[in-house]
Each structure stands twice: as structure tokens, then as C-alpha cells.
């Protein structure tokens, strides 16, 4: 059984998230047409440019790579699959859309948690009791590339997962199945990255209905 899991996007923007789904046993409908999200089982929001601060309250002071048309949808997609109680999984960007999406505000400029000479740095996270602690331990390592993170949570938003310097980097909703990370399973396909789309799926398929 391969769950299908909706993208806004193309599928060659996002290579590397079909590569890590289909090497987990999923399969990615890539579309920017949300007529073309119904029948899916999930949703995945990966990352890319920054969301626009006024959807969170704040002027720009640090924000770039936006993509209002891409807000707007993603939003829209949110709304329509935890009306439905599906599942969500956010990846960097996708974390912090979720988090505004439910109510909460973004860090728009955090030192120390980009990418180094275009690859990825690596730090450790402590994890409390969750899916993540399951699939990661209590103490791991986890690539980071992002610029800005999670601040204030969003409603019904729960952290499950910070760096030693105390930034966001696992969250849940207390009331849908609502997933986030800060860091890029995608490009981690080793143990860490691959449960993590493992667990994913089987939530997947414990959601209902939908195509094979």
C-alpha cells in the first residue's frame, strides 16, 4: 500500500523529497493545482523561501525568497486537510508554516543555523517523549539550513524537540496529526531521515481512505 501525499510544487523543485518518500514506501503527487489534492491521504510542506511576516504580525526586518501565491495555497491546504483530520508533515519552511498557520509567530533572523559553503551543518537536539523521541532517541544529531525558526507557538502546538542553543526543532498538534521539523529528513537517508518518513507514512495509512 503506497499512501499518496500531496505537494504543492513541481516535481522537479522538489527531487530529493520523492526520492526520500518512494525510498520509505510513500509515493508524492506534486501539483499546483489544489483540485489536484483531493483524494490524497496527507500533506507535505517542504522548505523553501521565507512566509511573509505580515501572516504572523510583524514587518519585514530579515525576510527574503518570498512566495505569496505559495502562502496562500499552502494555507488554503492546511485548512482543508486538518478539517478532514489528515495528516500534515512540515519540513523547515513547512514547520513554520504550520506554526503560523495555527496562530504563531517566526524568528525572522537566527545566527548560527545555516548552511555552511552550501552543505548543511550538523548539531545536536534533545527530544522529549513523542514520535520524535521514537524515531530519533532523546539526543541526536540533525542538519540544519534555515535562517529562521519557530518563536512563539502556535494554538494547540506542542515542542517536542529543541537545539542546545534552545530553537524549535520538532513540534506536534495536541489535537490533529500534525507533524513538524525544523531539520531536512530528506537529505538525511539514513536512519534518522528514513524513519522519519517511515512513521510518517504509517500515519498515513491509519488515516482512512484514500488512494493506493
Known amino acids: 500500500m503506497h499512501p499518496a501525499i500531496f505537494v504543492f510544487g513541481t516535481e522537479r523543485r522538489y527531487a530529493n523529497y520523492k526520492r526520500a518518500v518512494e525510498a520509505a514506501g510513500g509515493k508524492i503527487r506534486f501539483s499546483t493545482d489544489l483540485a489536484d489534492a ?33 502562502d496562500e495555497a499552502e494555507f ?3 485548512e482543508q486537510f486538518t478539517a478532514a483530520g489528515k495528516p500534515v508533515l512540515g519540513i523547515c519552511r ?23 559553503g552550501g552543505a548543511d551543518s550538523f548539531h545536536r537536539v534533545h527530544t522529549e517523549p513523542s514520535f520524535l523521541s521514537d524515531i530519533c532517541g532523546t539526543d541526536c544529531p540533525v542538519n540544519s539550513a534555515h535562517h529562521q525558526a519557530v518563536d512563539r507557538l502556535g494554538r494547540g502546538l506542542q ?21 513538524g521539523v ?16 517511515r512513521a510518517f507514512l504509517a500515519r498515513c ?8
Open 205 to 212: 495509512r491509519r488515516s482512512g481512505d484514500g488512494p493506493d
Open 159 to 179: 515542542a517536542a524537540q529543541w537545539s542546545e542553543d534552545g530553537v524549535t526543532e520538532g513540534l506536534f498538534c495536541r489535537e490533529t496529526p500534525v507533524w
Open 94 to 116: 513547512g514547520v513554520q508554516a504550520i506554526n503560523v498557520w495555527f496562530g504563531g509567530t517566526l524568528t525572522q533572523d537566527l545566527p548560527g543555523h545555516q548552511a555552511v
Open 182 to 197: 525544523q531539520w531536512h529528513p530528506e537529505r538525511m537517508p539514513g536512519r534518522t531521515g528514513t524513519c522519519l518518513f
Open 38 to 70: 483531493q483524494g490524497c491521504r496527507a500533506l507535505l510542506l517542504p522548505g523553501g523561501g521565507d512566509l511573509e511576516p505580515w501572516r504572523y504580525g510583524q514587518g519585514n526586518t530579515a525576510s527574503g525568497g518570498l512566495e505569496p501565491e505559495r
Open 76 to 78: 488554503r491546504l492546511l
